[in-house]
T-cell receptor, first 113, second 113 residues
Framework: SQQGEEDPQALSIQEGENATMNCSYK?????LQWYRQNSGRGLVHLILIRSNEREKHSGRLRVTLDTSKKSSSLLITASRAADTASYFC?????????????FGKGTHLIIQP | DTEVTQTPKHLVMGMTNKKSLKCEQHMGHRAMYWYKQKAKKPPELMFV???????INESVPSRFSPECPNSSLLNLHLHALQPEDSALYLC????????????FGSGTQLSVL
């Protein structure tokens, strides 16, 4: 079953602008991750935020997590044409084994040059 | 080596054919996964192997048969597929633990005629 729900489903912005994507989930999690997928390719891990963290940065990426609202946001600053891709949040609730991740519906981001 | 290699990249098969998808990683990961992704949809978990043992089968039809011959290899055997099984099949691997950061292959684009 799909747990994460991304918002918006599609986003088109000008190069240089910031892009914000949101994700909501339904059950308890150990961590929340964001992945990027270029068209027809595999997914690439971007960033992981643990359930006891509220904010995390990695280069031009900023992720926030609000466990009380069961939501997360991904901010990409100073967007580039190469950021055009689909972005998925994924939630994990592993008890220490390998349980797999559940992916949200994704946001398709288009950066206009 | 941080790659997950999937072969073939493209596969066209008839409904009576038998074929296999292959996946290989040399990162020492002991968890391996098969995901199915339809166009413009998120990846859906099919199978999880942990320490070469099948640990999760997400109610996948028996026409899909996974196999993990050793810790580096993962196969997906296909038999008597239906046209609705046409999709991108993604293999991933990860460490076993509380934080499953997945490394994905580029996928096999499967068309069933």
């Amino acid at each position: 079953s799909q747990q994460g729900e991304e918002d918006p489903q599609a986003l088109s912005i000008q190069e240089g602008e910031n892009a914000t994507m949101n994700c909501s989930y339904k059950t308890s999690i150990n961590n929340l991750q964001w992945y990027r997928q270029n068209s027809g390719r595999g997914l690439v891990h971007l960033i992981l935020i643990r359930s006891n963290e509220r904010e995390k940065h990695s280069g031009r990426l900023r992720v926030t997590l609000d466990t009380s609202k069961k939501s997360s946001s991904l901010l990409i600053t100073a967007s580039r044409a190469a950021d055009t891709a689909s972005y998925f949040c994924a939630t994990g609730f592993s008890g220490g084994g390998a349980d797999g991740l559940t992916f949200g519906k994704g946001t398709h981001l288009i950066i206009q040059p | 080596d941080t790659e997950v290699t999937q072969t073939p990249k493209h596969l066209v098969m008839g409904m009576t054919n038998k074929k296999s998808l292959k996946c290989e990683q040399h990162m020492g990961h002991r968890a391996m996964y098969w995901y199915k992704q339809k166009a413009k949809k998120p990846p859906e978990l099919m199978f999880v192997y942990s320490y070469e043992k099948l640990s999760i089968n997400e109610s996948v039809p028996s026409r899909f048969s996974p196999e993990c011959p050793n810790s580096s290899l993962l196969n997906l055997h296909l038999h008597a597929l239906q046209p609705e099984d046409s999709a991108l099949y993604l293999c991933a691997s990860s460490q076993v633990g509380l934080e499953e950061k997945l490394f994905f292959g580029s996928g096999t684009q499967l068309s069933v005629l």
